[in-house]
């Protein structure tokens, strides 16, 4: 093998390993039945057996899970709800990070290694802690109600912890930089004095803005979304730590169905209904930048 | 923390790692609720026998459980709740314990051998650590604005009339995300069986719980320790012990936070979490001789003294600090005692019922 084919086999090898086998699992699991035993399904696969177990194993494996989570309305509203939460914040944080990208591409250079490195910095502090930190802010007694109250904005606490606006704060502040860097990036190579020639052809800055810069920078705007919205999709620490018992998401109910159900299988198929659902957007998304990088 | 939790169980289920080092045998793997010891009882064990403990912690049973049910947990000691630890003797998570060397079993104390029996008969798999009770944590100031002076804080009434968790939501309610604590106890407050098996009966708390749910803030079983402790919350339905640690923390703030922990007048569930080893353990001897340690009066007393909980150790008892033994918070009286109930397992088809109604009353769904 040529050693430029071997190099490009080692992502492939990393996917195959880290992903499409315990993916397999998965959905193995989520054909097999609940037992109380270890680990907790059955069929196992007894490859001592020989032929006979396997095809006894085969045999055992069946859909059940997945009529389940049809006929139970309880999982068709969390992935709802979840599509609901996660477009909405991929939305407010697409409004909080362009101006944030707009900002940076237009700072003078020598700035600019410093200011995309404040956007990185809070990755430097664990995810956790930093959404640990959001109770904090947003508790009845927190360090926000205290300021709203000190400079008498508003006379009774608010309570936005543990309600889906905490979620709201927790997904638009964590992936923030998901966002500002890929629009960031676009807006970086743009060529500015397209700009100086709408103007110059009579175009006002604003309307400039919307017939120039913002086309331009779409392929950054799409990848930003889908970088902030798939991993919203599927989120569980902001919703457990931030949401209150209205909360319903995906990640959420999932964790249920894993631990307090103890049904690996029913659990095992949510993911793969997840994963199927996700796999949409990506493909859309792949599509796009392919017909970008023709068309470029 | 449920989010590591979750991480490790799908890391465990991938692929199982086990701890255990060849040539460091003299490691004993211990993982037992967050919280929950004195670590100069770890560092005494360390130096008096030269076992070195690996000590790690969890906050829910079910963390626990998943683990042990994805095999090669690579802990050597475990402490899961009773209700827990029966289905998992099932499942043939453990080994049996042997007796000859554990010389300090005959500290442990008949009276609660005999409730324990019914998790673990002839308690052949495990030993207690501590037991306690699920009840009714509060915040003296905040309650007395919510509800006056006549507020029923000795009653499951504070938690479950809707009249009065409605005046309490404003000032914040939590309640444990365990149903299998919460509904016994709603079961108990329309005077139903608590332990009953009967989805037709078990339903009934299900109208229990949704007419109260809107006004929990939060249904979590460790949040409302600092939560208490901080003023965040005004009345938590939680563990004897952790409330008794928000007290501690309140006192010490000194912030004009008073919490106080009262078993409700119409009974209360008594819950043991117990020591067992893994059927795979990688060091089951190390582990005899940690439970062994654990076992000895003056350890249980310390360790009893330091958390905050009642033992199962009746050797302890005169080795205890006056403010543990006496308070009826930790030891309850005899008068108490007999109101106390335990439950057992739920079948696995009744199971899904009650975790089912559970999520319906935590979303609404």
């Known amino acids: ?296 | 923390m449920k989010l590591i939790g979750a991480i490790t169980a799908f890391a465990l289920a991938a692929g199982a790692v086990s701890f255990a080092n060849a040539d460091d045998d003299k490691v004993v793997n211990v993982y037992n609720w967050s919280d929950y010891i004195d670590e100069a009882v770890l560092a005494d064990f360390e130096k008096e026998t030269g076992i070195k403990v690996r000590y790690d912690v969890f906050d829910s049973n079910e963390l626990l459980e998943t683990k042990m049910l994805a095999g090669k947990s690579g802990y050597d000691v475990v402490v899961p709740t009773g209700t827990f630890l029966s289905r998992q003797i099932e499942a043939g998570v453990f080994q049996k314990l042997d007796f000859s060397k554990l010389p300090h079993a005959g500290n442990m104390w008949d009276d609660v051998k005999n409730v324990t029996a019914i998790y673990d008969p002839d308690n052949a798999y495990s030993v207690n650590y501590m037991w306690g009770t699920t009840g009714i944590g509060y915040n003296e100031e905040k309650i007395k604005e919510a509800l006056g002076d006549d507020a029923p804080t000795d009653s499951l009434a504070l938690f479950f009339d809707p009249k009065n968790i409605e005046k309490l939501s404003s000032c914040g309610v939590h309640m444990l995300d365990a149903p299998t604590e919460i509904i016994p106890a709603a079961l108990k407050y329309l005077g139903e069986d608590p332990n009953t098996k009967d989805p037709e009966v078990i339903k009934k708390a299900e109208d229990v719980l949704l007419a109260i749910r809107p006004h929990v803030l939060k249904f979590h079983s460790s949040e409302y320790i600092n939560a208490l402790a901080n003023g965040d919350i005004c009345a938590a339905f939680g563990w004897s012990g952790d409330v008794l640690q928000a007290r501690d923390r309140a006192a010490e703030a000194d912030a004009g936070n008073t919490i106080v922990y009262k078993i409700p007048k119409e009974g209360a569930l008594m819950w043991f979490d117990q020591m067992a080893i893994p059927a795979d353990a990688p060091n089951p001897e190390l582990g005899h001789k940690f439970i062994d340690y654990i076992m000895r009066a003056y350890v249980a007393a310390a360790a009893s003294n330091y958390v905050n909980y009642a033992n199962g150790n009746k050797a302890a008892q005169g080795l205890l600090d006056d403010g543990v033994i006496n308070d009826p918070a930790i030891y309850p009286s005899t008068e108490t005692m007999k109101n106390l109930y335990s439950v057992t397992a739920y079948p696995p088809k009744v199971n899904r019922v009650v975790t089912r109604m559970w999520t319906k009353v935590k979303t609404g769904q």
Do not use: H
């Not at chain 1, 006929?71 to 407010?92: C, E």
């Not at chain 1, 990506?282 to 599509?287: K, S, T």
């Open chain 1, 1 to 296: 093998m040529k050693p430029s084919r071997l190099i490009i086999a080692i992502p492939y090898l990393w996917l195959a390993l880290l992903f499409l086998a315990p993916f397999f699992i998965v959905i193995k699991m989520s054909l097999s039945d609940l037992a109380v035993s270890i680990p907790p399904y059955t069929p196992q696969l007894d490859l001592s057996g020989g032929w006979e177990a396997i095809t006894a194993y085969w045999a055992a494996l069946d859909l059940e899970n997945y009529t389940w989570l049809a006929d139970d309305p309880l999982y068709i509203n969390s992935f709802k709800s979840s599509l609901i939460i996660a477009s909405v914040s991929t939305l407010i944080t697409l409004a909080v990070a362009y101006p944030i990208a707009y900002a940076l591409a237009c700072s003078p250079q020598r700035w600019r290694a410093l200011l995309v490195m404040l956007v990185i910095l809070p990755f430097w502090t664990s995810f956790l802690i930093r959404v640990y930190a959001w109770i904090g802010i947003l508790k009845t007694e927190g360090l926000l109600n205290q300021l709203l109250l000190s400079v008498g904005m508003i006379s009774d606490p608010l309570t936005i912890l543990n309600t889906n606006t905490a979620v709201y704060i927790g997904i638009v502040y964590s992936y923030l930089p998901f966002m500002v860097l890929p629009i960031y990036a676009t807006l970086e190579k743009m060529d500015w004095s397209l700009i100086e020639a709408a103007e110059d052809l009579g175009s006002s800055r604003l309307s400039a803005f919307w017939l120039v810069t913002f086309p331009l920078s779409l392929p950054g705007v799409i990848a930003g979304c889908f970088l902030v919205f798939i991993p919203a999709m599927g989120e569980f620490v902001i919703p457990d730590l931030l949401g209150g018992s209205d909360t319903l998401m995906i990640g959420k109910t999932l964790w249920v169905e894993f631990f307090s159900n103890r049904d690996w299988p029913v659990a095992s198929a949510v993911a793969v209904v997840l994963l199927v659902l996700l796999i949409v957007p990506i493909v859309l998304f792949q599509r796009q930048q392919q017909k970008l990088s023709e068309a470029g």
